[in-house]
């Protein structure tokens, strides 16, 4: 660019801002496990002219999206694991059914459209079990996390009580 050429005022949206911030953090960090303290935190918050509230709440926002975040993860390793259950059982009433059959019969016969049909049950089970968006996982989610709630404080509860009675 010359001297009489007008400069261009770039502008950028923000989530280019953000991403550029987030590049340049990440660049400025010599080593990129490197965590940063609060103090440097909010430092870096007011040199962008974010006060210390607005800072406050974002962090409070961001630890309740890391929360949801982690219960959908154990949400979706306990559907893994009823799923494993089922499929288990799934396949113990399978292997009986074929036994009886080839032991009475010789030939597998009926114990086939048994296995077929619980391979149909398998299949639904393994579309809901690793379904993880929709209206429908929400529901179960929020089913699930409803329980998981409600198991947390009777057991916050009974604790409060057995250490009330023992001392």
């Given at each position: 660019m010359t001297a009489f050429e007008p400069k261009s005022i770039r502008s950028y949206s923000?989530?280019?801002?953000q991403q550029i911030l987030q590049l340049a953090i990440a660049s400025h960090a010599e080593n990129i496990d490197r965590e940063f303290s609060y103090q440097e935190l909010v430092e870096i918050a007011s040199e962008l002219e974010i006060s210390p509230d607005t800072l406050q709440l974002a962090e409070r926002d961001w630890q309740a999206q890391q929360s949801e975040v982690q219960?959908?993860?154990?949400?979706?390793?306990?559907r893994r694991g009823r799923f494993k259950k089922r499929l288990g059982n799934y396949t113990i009433i399978n292997a009986f059914f074929i036994l009886v059959n080839l032991i009475s019969g010789g030939g597998v016969s009926w114990a086939l459209y048994i296995l077929l049909f619980c391979s149909f049950l398998v299949g639904l089970d393994i579309w809901n079990t690793f379904q993880t968006q929709g209206e429908d996982y929400e529901k179960a989610f929020q089913r699930w996390n409803r329980?998981?709630?409600?198991?947390?404080?009777?057991?916050?509860?009974?604790?409060?009580?057995f250490k009330a009675l023992q001392t």
């Open positions: 923000q989530e280019d801002v219960r959908r993860q154990v949400f979706n390793l306990y329980k998981h709630q409600i198991k947390q404080t009777i057991n916050s509860v009974l604790n409060r009580c």
